[in-house]
């Protein structure tokens, strides 16, 4: 199963903000990486440039390689609606991310790893696809046997309640995927527009 696994604060800092979490170490160095970073000054990028680093954001970020991200964009192509928006929201929709935001992982590459190893479930049915989309109205939950292990609760943090198009019951440790979120919901400072002007040339 392919995914990025290099150094994450290397990513932070080439974009210049925390993308993957950890702004503590992107705190202590802002420079680009490298060993003449700190010498380096941030040149102006081009248009293409722009684009390009947009779009290796929106997949650092999700987690997503680059022939994954290309079938969401053409299927968010496709779909009625505004192409960069519903984007984001089939990106918002993956399984992998929406047990990040339930609160059940503390991170995404930690979601990845749940769903990966059969602890998650989609409508009572367990489902080891990260990249699995889901659809308003279905039920994301952990497994009988997950649900004793301690070592797998106790990282449960619970839903943001920012998050308005999710819902999570602590109690059934089941939450639900309401509906497919509103652009301005999305917290994530990505500028999609130009993710479809690179793809649109």
Do not use: C
Not at 33 to 49: I, S, T
Request: avoid cysteine; charge should be positive; aromatic fraction near 8%.
């Amino acid at each position: 199963m392919a995914r990025y696994t290099g150094p994450k604060t290397k990513i932070s800092r080439i974009f210049g903000e925390p993308i993957l979490g950890n702004g503590k170490y992107l705190g202590k160095n802002s420079n680009p990486p490298g060993q003449h970073g700190a010498q380096r000054k941030r040149k102006q990028l081009g248009e293409y440039a722009l684009q390009l680093r947009e779009k290796q954001k929106a997949k650092y970020t999700y987690g997503v390689l680059e022939k994954q991200f290309r079938n969401l964009f053409e299927e968010a192509n496709r779909r009625k609606g505004v192409t960069g928006e519903v984007l984001i929201k089939l990106l918002e929709a993956r399984l992998d991310n929406t047990v990040f935001r339930m609160g059940i992982a503390p991170s995404r590459p930690a979601a990845r790893q749940l769903v990966a190893h059969k602890h998650v479930t989609v409508n009572g049915a367990v489902v080891n696809v990260p990249s699995y989309q889901l659809k308003p109205g279905d039920v994301v939950g952990l497994k009988e046997k997950t649900t004793g292990n301690t070592s797998l609760t106790s990282a449960i943090r619970g839903k943001n309640p920012k998050f308005s198009w999710l819902d999570w019951n602590e109690k059934d440790m089941k939450g639900t995927f309401i509906a497919y979120p509103e652009r301005e919901s999305v917290p994530e400072n990505i500028k999609e527009q130009l993710i479809v002007e690179l793809y649109s040339k």
